[in-house]
């Protein structure tokens, strides 16, 4: 059996996630005769006869994962489906489907979403980019805003889907995804899993229709790779295919195999990061002007059991507030020397950066001083770095414009 017209090799039944983190889409190896997958780079594919061509075209571009014939890369990619395959089984999903990045995976799903309903009902705060996606109805479709308590007195028949993200960017509040879920009733949810990876939470186990990744982030988690992915049930990916063979926003096969790679050290990199994460949450409010301080639990005793619930740990992502507001943040993110002061978020090394600056810059300004996005908010990102060095860095930063702004 040719390469591109291989079955299934995603579902590892019965297995340990770090096992199947390790296996997925690749159990065929020995069978295929490799050890490493291949990386497919073609752009097209010699056909068979016509009629045959044809006929995977019209399955292709109808939405079905694979055909006997790949015939255009915008079609099918065998990388692209080995990566795919194997995030489905991480998120215990029937299929995936990739993206050139999270947003493009975002602009599919509104798109594909038409077909089920007229408007979207969103919860906030969302990655400023979704955030402004929605709320500038660029794609043509309404959007209702609710507080996760108010979902269900929003939502009606002919809402198409309600999206949430849980920890939310930038602030880590955590919504309940199963009380979510019954309040949405039939309408379909979508969970936005960026910050958790399936490492620590699977939101379709809790009743999530599907779910959501910036690939960019953990999932990819050198800083290398920018992608999207959805996982979902077949009807859905389907839908999904659709609109990415119609719009074109395809995944690149080596994107695809990146991933794929990172895919059997995802959760040592994930628990290690958030065991750091966690060391340095406990000790951040001993420094000076450190207002608050966001992490999955932190909020109150609710937040707790919710995550206690649905997570397996609050993950490797913090932001802090500091009193002296702006001023301090962006004095911060220029004396920092070991973290990084960038955008996004998962990689090995740690990232600091101005949410109201800038990923959520786009984002309504009353819209952040409702979600407590303020000046003095910084979002912190923690990688592989010894704790004790990450921790000299940050508390060298804060405590240097803490006597600063005091004298
Ligand atoms: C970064 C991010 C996105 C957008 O992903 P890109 O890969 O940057 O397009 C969507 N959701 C969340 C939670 C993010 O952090």
């Known amino acids: 059996m040719s390469e591109r017209s291989s079955q299934s090799v995603g579902a590892v039944h019965g297995l340990h996630a770090d096992t199947v983190a390790v296996h997925a889409g690749r159990q065929d190896a020995r069978t295929a005769g490799w050890h490493a997958p291949p990386i497919d780079l073609s752009s097209t594919y010699p056909l068979g006869d016509l009629t045959g061509a044809g ?42 489907v990739a993206f050139a990045s999270g947003m493009a995976a975002v602009t599919a799903t509104l798109l594909a979403a038409r077909q089920w309903g007229d408007h979207v009902v969103a919860v906030r705060p969302l990655y400023g980019g979704t955030d402004h996606l929605l709320a500038s109805q660029m794609l043509g479709l309404p959007v209702r805003w609710a507080d996760p308590e108010a979902v269900a007195d929003v939502v009606t028949k002919t809402t198409a889907l309600v999206m949430v993200e849980t920890p939310a960017n930038p602030t880590l509040r955590v919504v309940d995804i199963a009380a979510l879920v019954q309040a949405a009733g039939s309408v379909p949810v979508l969970v936005d899993n960026t910050f958790a990876t399936p490492v620590l939470q699977r939101p379709l186990a809790h009743g999530a229709a599907m779910v959501l990744h910036s690939a960019t982030k953990f999932l990819g988690g050198h800083g290398d790779v920018v992608g999207g992915v959805v996982a979902c049930d077949a009807a859905r990916a389907a839908a999904l295919r659709q609109v990415r063979v119609a719009t074109g926003a395809l995944m690149h096969p080596l994107a695809a195999w990146l991933l794929h790679r990172g895919m059997p050290t995802l959760g040592l990199r994930v628990r290690a990061q958030q065991a750091t994460a966690r060391a340095l949450v406990e000790r951040l409010p001993t420094l000076p002007g450190v207002d608050a301080v966001y992490y999955p639990g932190l909020a109150d005793r609710a937040s707790a059991a919710v995550v206690a619930r649905q997570m397996d740990g609050p993950g490797a992502v913090f932001a802090f507030a500091l009193s002296g507001g702006f001023e301090a943040a962006r004095a911060v993110t220029e004396r920092v020397r070991l973290l990084t002061p960038a955008v996004s978020l998962g990689s090995v090394d740690s990232l600091i950066q101005h949410p109201a600056s800038l990923t959520h810059r786009v984002v309504d300004p009353e819209v952040r001083a409702a979600h407590a996005i303020s000046g003095g908010l910084l979002r912190v990102s923690v990688g592989l770095e010894h704790v004790d060095d990450l921790w000299r860095d940050l508390a060298q930063a804060i405590e240097a414009t803490a006597s600063k702004a005091r004298a």
């Open 55 to 96: 006929a995977s075209l019209d399955a292709l571009a109808h939405g079905a994962a694979r055909a006997p014939e790949a015939v255009y890369a915008r079609l099918f990619n065998p990388t692209v489906d080995r990566f795919e395959q194997a995030l489905a089984a991480m998120e215990g999903a029937e299929e995936a």
